[in-house]
């Protein structure tokens, strides 16, 4: 399935907004928190690149894609535990599929 730019943005939008709202919920001294700010950075950067803005350094590029890789592999493995017809598997392809996007536009800048 394919999804649009618009789609694609929607759901990586909604995904920064639910980072930010957790953060208050992490100490700042744990990695929690600190895999958070990492996603929450990436997830920007790759909005960044889907909406074509050029002001993002190839340091910020580079550093992205580990935590958007990791979010995929996340997806991924909760996926494994539902059969592909039920509604718990198909509920992550929207964020797996706006993800695959990300790190196909970081790729570009690699």
Do not use: W
């Not at 759901?11 to 600190?34: A, E, G, H, R």
């Amino acid at each position: 399935m394919e999804y649009t730019k618009e789609e694609t943005l929607k759901v990586i939008n909604q995904t920064i907004k639910n980072c930010s709202k957790m953060l208050d919920k992490f100490n700042p001294n744990k990695p929690q928190y600190s895999l958070l700010v990492n996603r929450i950075k990436a997830l920007n950067v790759a909005k960044g690149l889907i909406e074509e803005n050029n002001n993002i350094s190839k340091i910020e590029i580079e550093r992205a894609l580990k935590p958007i890789e990791s979010i995929i592999m996340k997806l991924k493995k909760a996926q494994e535990k539902y059969d592909i017809n039920t509604k718990q598997y198909k509920k992550f392809l929207p964020l797996l599929n706006a993800m695959y996007v990300a790190k196909y536009h970081i790729l570009q800048f690699i």
